[in-house]
């Protein structure tokens, strides 16, 4: 097949300069290359940092329902803080008199060799649960005091020492707080405070006196000092005519706790 000729340019005319390079046009409407506003509404900007924080979420609450997890079974396993039922009646210094009774500070070093409870210098905070405690003889409200599990100087009249179980106002709040994970029982802290619980009475009642406790608002039997505490129970103690109202819950959010 016969090559074809190519037909030659048109001459220049004589003097013409160079010709003009045209200058490119700038493209009319969005860019190929431009980026999708990341604050646009309903753009892809947004999908990441939402993504992150919904991972996040998830990761937060696997590792929360861990540690829950891991807590509760490691005190279900824990041995007793006191391996042996307490006798009340050897226990020294017991508070005989009707309600309110005092913190007990005073007489604290004698009974606690019997309680399984140690005089400590400070708190120790790697195992710290706490319950809250209600007692009502015939519908009043009687108080737990402050200091309960602080050795008090009779001379001083200022705390020697602390205990693992203690409180540290008069709200009812029990502070468990051990250098070890124990299972401590409610008979400790009445045995620290110097006030008998049985399964029948609390204080030194004469005879039964129709005792009636509660744990998270439920009726329950047995002998309420062998109660094992976990993190946050409401406990009722309850004599003769019972309150309006058996509390279930406590606000611990709005004790910081």
């Given at each position: 097949?016969?090559?074809?000729?190519?037909?030659?340019?048109?001459?220049?005319?004589?003097?013409?300069g160079?010709?003009?390079?045209q200058?490119?046009?700038?493209?009319?409407?969005?860019?190929r290359?431009?980026?999708?506003?990341t604050?646009?509404?309903?753009g892809?900007?947004?999908f990441?940092p939402?993504?992150?924080?919904?991972?996040?979420?998830?990761?937060?609450?696997?590792?929360?329902?861990?540690?829950?997890?891991?807590?509760?079974?490691?005190?279900?396993?824990?041995?007793l803080?006191?391996?042996?039922?307490?006798s009340?009646?050897?226990?020294?210094?017991m508070?005989?008199?009707?309600?309110?009774?005092?913190?007990?500070?005073?007489?604290?070093s004698?009974?606690?060799?019997?309680l399984?409870?140690n005089?400590?210098?400070?708190?120790?905070?790697?195992?710290?649960?706490?319950?809250?405690?209600?007692?009502f003889?015939?519908?009043?409200?009687?108080?737990?005091?402050?200091?309960?599990?602080?050795?008090?100087?009779?001379?001083?009249?200022?705390?020697a020492?602390i205990?693992?179980?203690?409180t540290h106002?008069?709200?009812?709040?029990?502070?468990v707080?051990?250098?070890?994970?124990l299972?401590?029982?409610?008979?400790?802290?009445?045995?620290?405070?110097?006030?008998r619980?049985?399964?029948?009475?609390?204080?030194?009642?004469?005879?039964?006196?129709?005792?009636?406790?509660?744990?998270?608002?439920?009726?329950?039997?047995?002998?309420?000092?062998k109660?094992?505490?976990?993190?946050?129970?409401?406990?009722?103690i309850?004599?003769?005519?019972p309150?309006?109202?058996?509390?279930?819950?406590?606000?611990?959010?709005?004790?910081?706790?």
């Amino acid at each position: 097949m016969a090559k074809k000729v190519r037909t030659p340019k048109p001459p220049r005319p004589a003097g013409a300069g160079q010709r003009p390079v045209q200058a490119p046009k700038k493209r009319s409407g969005p860019s190929r290359t431009a980026k999708v506003p990341t604050s646009s509404v309903g753009g892809r900007g947004y999908f990441w940092p939402i993504a992150a924080v919904v991972v996040g979420l998830i990761i937060v609450g696997s590792v929360l329902g861990i540690v829950l997890t891991r807590s509760s079974t490691s005190l279900a396993k824990a041995p007793l803080a006191l391996n042996k039922p307490i006798s009340w009646k050897d226990l020294p210094a017991m508070q005989t008199g009707p309600p309110p009774w005092n913190n007990g500070g005073t007489t604290l070093s004698l009974r606690l060799p019997s309680l399984g409870l140690n005089q400590l210098g400070q708190e120790q905070l790697a195992f710290h649960i706490h319950q809250h405690l209600d007692i009502f003889i015939e519908g009043k409200p009687v108080k737990v005091p402050q200091a309960i599990g602080f050795g008090i100087d009779p001379q001083t009249g200022k705390p020697a020492y602390i205990t693992e179980l203690h409180t540290h106002n008069a709200l009812g709040i029990v502070h468990v707080e051990s250098a070890q994970t124990l299972r401590y029982q409610l008979g400790q802290f009445f045995g620290e405070w110097g006030v008998r619980l049985t399964r029948t009475c609390i204080g030194n009642f004469k005879g039964g006196c129709g005792l009636q406790w509660y744990l998270n608002g439920k009726r329950q039997t047995g002998d309420p000092a062998k109660l094992v505490l976990k993190n946050h129970e409401e406990i009722a103690i309850v004599v003769g005519k019972p309150p309006k109202t058996i509390p279930s819950t406590f606000d611990w959010s709005a004790n910081g706790i």
